[in-house]
């Protein structure tokens, strides 16, 4: 069974600040792990997905997250947050079908 | 860009009617999937779709029916509206392989159930 589990239902910081949001998993075999977005009132958006090779993965507008096996961890952050980050961000493992965490809700404060 | 498309946006139901909710994609996915989503619990997957013709149930499929008349078009019945169904529902279009394994969202539906 697959499970994805996202530590902290909320998190608040201020623009500017670093954040990251925590993504851990269980899984035995071969998985894709992506991280989406979701703003108010909104469908999900595909931030960023990793598969093999380099653990740290880039995505849009700043965002990036690192893979460890040893943790089974996918971890998303960004350096220096701005208000229109304020959203859900889920994270997901896929290998056919595909599972999301709970999310994490993101506020900025100004 | 990717597109998927959900009608209606927002419906109003009355117990034991019948509501479809459509789901149009421009993708040429082969995959097809309908979520709800309820504070608490996330995304959970209803029915899903390898193609024209099939439809798999998902986790939650009680009180769900799906419908894949084509490559394009994907919609999920419910036969008798009962209030508990009430929730934000999400169609999504997706492929696996090399470096596809993304799904590409529509903006959602709202579904009061009265």
């Known amino acids: 069974t697959q499970t994805v589990s996202q530590s902290d239902a909320h998190v608040t910081v201020f623009e500017g600040d670093s954040v990251e949001l925590r993504c851990n998993y269980s899984?035995?075999?071969?998985?894709?792990l992506s991280w989406y977005i979701q703003h108010h009132g909104r469908g999900l958006q595909f931030l960023l997905k990793?598969?093999?090779?380099?653990?740290v993965v880039q995505g849009v507008n700043g965002f990036e997250a690192e893979f460890s096996k040893s943790d089974s961890s996918f971890h998303l952050r960004k350096a220096s947050v701005h208000w229109s980050d304020s959203a859900v961000y889920f994270c997901a493992v896929n290998n056919n079908r595909i599972f999301f965490g709970d999310g994490t809700q993101l506020v900025v404060k100004p | 860009e990717a597109a998927v498309t959900q009608s209606p946006r927002n419906k109003v139901a009355v117990t034991g009617g019948k509501v479809t909710l459509s789901c149009n994609q421009t993708n040429n996915h082969n995959n097809m999937y309908w979520y709800r989503q309820d504070t608490g619990h996330g995304l959970r997957l209803i029915h899903y779709s390898y193609g024209a013709g099939s439809t798999e149930k998902g986790d939650i499929p009680d009180g769900y029916k799906a419908s894949r008349p084509s490559q394009e078009n994907f919609s999920l019945i419910l036969e008798l509206a009962t209030p508990s169904q009430t929730s934000v529902y999400f169609c999504?279009?997706?492929?696996?392989?090399?470096?596809?394994?993304?799904?590409?969202f529509g903006a959602g539906t709202r579904l009061s159930v009265l």
């Open positions: 990793y598969y093999s090779g380099n653990p």
């Open positions: 999504a279009s997706g492929d696996w392989g090399g470096s596809q394994n993304t799904l590409y």
């Open positions: 899984y035995g075999g071969s998985i894709y």
